[in-house]
């Protein structure tokens, strides 16, 4: 029993320990400061398979373009997160309120798979028309220039199916903080005269807070880590970080650049390839301990 | 399976007692039916509470006291099975006329509650003035307020060195007066406790029973109390709620606080007052 | 109101706050429809580009719940309204998602479902091949014994993990539920490529099943782990002191007392974790390879299954293949139905026998 608890330690550590062991050999080559600032990926082998030149493995313009999505996967899924939760938790009639919670686990339970034929079949044709439309009207804002004409395989669209994805997560963690404010302080502030959006900011939301942060970092990591849902629906760029331009066909995907360059690789390029997972591992590691650590501190707390 | 009785209406007897002079009332509630769902629990319910008196509900548990004074600030309807009929008239007017603003009834009718309950995310100072946050009132003096709430509730010369200490720093005793001082900061007419007492211990019980007698010289305050001398010690006029079998709860007796302990009228309220049940 | 009451008549429950004046009612009316209305006349003359049409609307539609908030409830209803219209769009989002994801699926994948397609394999069928032949049997067979044999290995431990978290007191009790918190957070395709970098890259395993396997069992351990943990809480403290109290080790409160009260949440900590696992894809790229052909041997060359199915299909530029690539989607989403309401129907009866 013993054994088993410790499996998965055993996991992680098996996890860490080979990714890193079997991407030594990319990162050797290239140098780790190369390898995570770089934003080439070239393995510069010709259709023949001889090689030319020295290859280049990069991950920055990946690894910021997974960040840049995440986060607008965030921007969009946080406020319909907590909008669905306050309604469960204080708007809805209980019958209501039961059939939301069941149609968000619902959404929960859709695999990514599912997601990804959506954001192609349904989403793409609409987001392209958003991008077009936000860059016409909006463009004199950075973030909204397209200098390409193309508004397909931005990461716009891959941030609204994020998004979606990770609204189920917010929204399941939320809805349970704020349903554990004590019922006799929301008593209190109705008593002072506290109507809805004064309990809220006053009393549930303080109460609330970290649950929420920590909520949001559980979403941002499975963000993070997202692979086929964004695979189909984003372009990857390289040579070039693209740091805001969201409505350019500019992306970047950590996990889809691994599936993408999988198949075709050599033994050097998927060494890199596990460079690259071995970086995401680490970065999901992180912000999943910041939302454990403070998911924990607020249960003391209490 | 739902199978429909026609109940027996119940009929709830007339309240006894000497009664309470119909001059200068504050707050009077007229033939009071209270529902949670299908089940009434209070039937024909008609109180009188006069201008600066405290008065103490009593009776045994479960016989609706704490639900009837929910009634008198529009918190009982904040219950989602909740339903009412009847009249609870404050200060001329009926609370429930639809053209009446909830809000307006709860911050002119404060409410404090069993147990203390400060808002732990506040400071002493910000629980104070937490009413005026909650319902967008705006105060100049928000010094000078605070002062003046935590005087009348016998807190200030407690307090007045660590206001920016939060409210859970306070002992429960304090923390319930606390609570006290963030309902006059609105300036409340009248002023509801719902066993203000039962989570602390007797010195704390009688530093708030202080605060009581001190705030009725010019607020209307209604108490529910178990305790029989805490209603002694506080009441001008008292009560008495019962509940018996399955029926809803009402008021068998209701008159100044001396009659009700001394020569009641009904013999179950001289049962009560004299510990043989409840 | 004023309810003239005969002597000895029991008045009507009522609930005066619900009343709404015809005032009322037609604030809440107008705010919610004159918004709506303005706007989309605007972008039919075609005054202003449809994204600032929409952005006009939504803050047109947030003013308008702001006013009939003021109307309604003066200064204090302000917020209100706001806040109500603005839950009102995250409503809105959500549920036009829903559909449009289950619209998406239902309408491209019904076109390719027949009973063939679920029963014979994909063996002599390319991209371009009619519809009428072949089909997604291999891979139903495949995810079923790839889930299967992950299922094996992750309930025991699961389960054990569970155990020692809610059994065993102190400080590694915590440490256990971080590592198990810190499992659930891997991203799939790290499973994936960890399993192809300790087994396959290195030589040892070719492609198979139990590769694909293997991963699963990263992904479904903590949620097994995790629902089996909530369930085994659940068990009253009592019955363990009643056993301990007759003598019985800790050991033997565990596998007789403990585990066979929380049976049936246990099945439901199986049942979600397979519904975590059973659409996965990401972690089968790198691990089973895919083959058009029936393989039901987890542990000899390439296997198909159902996610990998649809990954592949859909990348194909070609018409049938992708009907076929949706279809599979639409049997995907059934068994993912299928095993996430038995385990809603198993854990509600559980709370209903509670009471």
Partial sequence: MTAAAFFSLIVLSLIAF????????????????????????????????????????????????????????????????????????????????????????????????????????????????????????????????????????????????????????????????????????????????????????????????????????????????????????????????????????????????IVAKFSEADPLEISALLGGGMVLFIITLIVNAISTTIARSTVKDM | ??????????????????????????????????????????????????????????????????????????????????????????????????????????????????????????????????????????????????????????????????????????????????????????????????????????????????????????????????????AQRVATYTAFFLLEDNNPGYAVEHGPTQHIFGNPIDQRTSDYVNGRFG | MSTALIENQTPSAQRPWRKKSRNDVLIVVVASTLPALFCFTIYQIGILSPVISGMLFVILQIAAGAIAGTIHRGRRGLADGVLIASIGFALAFIGTVMSSVIWSVLTKGLEALKWQFIIQNNEYITPTSPLGYGGIGHAVLGTLIIVGIATIISVPIGIATAVYITEVRGRSRVLVQGLVQAMSGVPSVVAGLFIFATLIFTGVFEFNGLMGALAYTILMLPTVARTAEEVLRLVPEDLRSAALALGASRARVVSMVVLPTAKSGLVTAMLLGIARVVGETAPLVFTIFGSAKTNINPVEGPMAAIPLYIFNGVRQPFAPEQARAYSAALVLLFLVIVFFTLARVLSSDRRKGKK
Avoid at chain 1, 56 to 69: K, R, S
Avoid at chain 2, 94 to 102: F, G, L, R
């Fill in chain 1, 18 to 257: 080979f990714l890193v062991y079997q991407s030594l050999p990319a990162i050797r080559d290239q140098g780790l400061i190369n390898f995570l600032t770089g934003t080439e990926w070239d393995s510069k082998t010709t259709s023949d398979g001889t090689t030319t030149e020295d290859p280049v493995f990069g991950v920055a313009a990946m690894l910021w373009g997974t960040i840049l999505i995440a986060i607008i996967a965030i921007v969009i899924g946080l406020p319909v997160s907590l909008g669905i939760a306050v309604f469960i938790v204080f708007i809805a009639s209980a019958r209501l309120a039961t059939l939301l919670r069941n149609t968000i686990d619902f959404l929960a339970a859709i695999p990514s798979i599912v997601f990804g034929l959506w954001a192609i079949s349904a989403l793409t044709p609409v987001g392209k028309q958003w991008g077009e439309w936000l860059t016409n009207s909006l463009g004199f804002i950075p973030i909204f220039e397209n200098n390409l004409g193309i508004w397909v395989g931005t990461p716009f669209i891959a941030g609204i199916v994020l998004a979606v994805m990770v609204t189920p997560i917010i929204t399941s963690v939320s809805r349970e903080v704020l349903g554990r404010t004590p019922p006799e302080l929301i008593n209190a502030s109705q008593a002072l005269g506290g109507t809805l959006w004064p309990t809220l900011r006053y009393v549930a939301f303080p109460f609330a807070k970290s649950g929420i942060v920590a909520a949001t970092m559980l979403g941002l990591g499975r963000a993070l880590g997202e692979t086929v849902a964004v695979f189909y629906v984003l372009n990857l760029t390289y040579g070039k970080i693209n740091w805001y331009q969201i409505v350019s066909p500019d992306g970047g995907s950590i996990a889809s650049l």
């Fill in chain 2, 1 to 230: 399976m739902i199978t429909t009785v026609e109940a027996v209406p119940f009929v709830a007897p007339k309240t006894q007692g000497a009664g309470v002079p119909d001059q200068d009332l504050v707050l009077a509630s007229k033939n009071l039916y209270v529902w949670f769902g299908p089940r009434m629990v209070l039937a024909d319910v008609s109180l009188n509470f006069p201008k600066n008196s405290v008065t103490a509900l009593i009776g045994p548990s479960g016989c609706g006291k704490s639900t009837y004074i929910r009634t008198l600030n529009r918190m009982h309807e904040l219950i989602p099975s909740a339903a009412l009929a009847g009249q609870v008239i404050f200060e001329d007017k009926d609370i429930y006329d639809p053209t009446v603003n909830p809000v307006d009834v709860r911050l002119r009718i404060g409410m404090v509650f069993q147990k203390p309950n400060p808002f732990p995310a506040m400071t002493i100072k910000e629980n104070v003035l937490s009413g005026l946050k909650l319902a967008k009132l705006s105060n100049s003096n928000q010094n000078e307020l605070v002062e003046k709430s935590l005087s009348q509730a016998g807190l200030w010369n407690e307090v007045k060195d660590r206001l920016d200490n939060t409210g859970g720093s306070l002992s429960g005793g304090q923390q319930q007066r606390l609570c006290i001082a963030r309902s006059l900061a609105v300036d409340p007419h009248v002023l509801l406790m719902d066993e203000p007492c039962s989570a602390l211990d007797p010195g704390s019980t009688l530093r708030v029973e202080q605060t009581i007698r001190e705030l009725s010289e010019f607020m209307t305050v209604v108490i529910v109390t178990h305790n029989m001398q805490q």
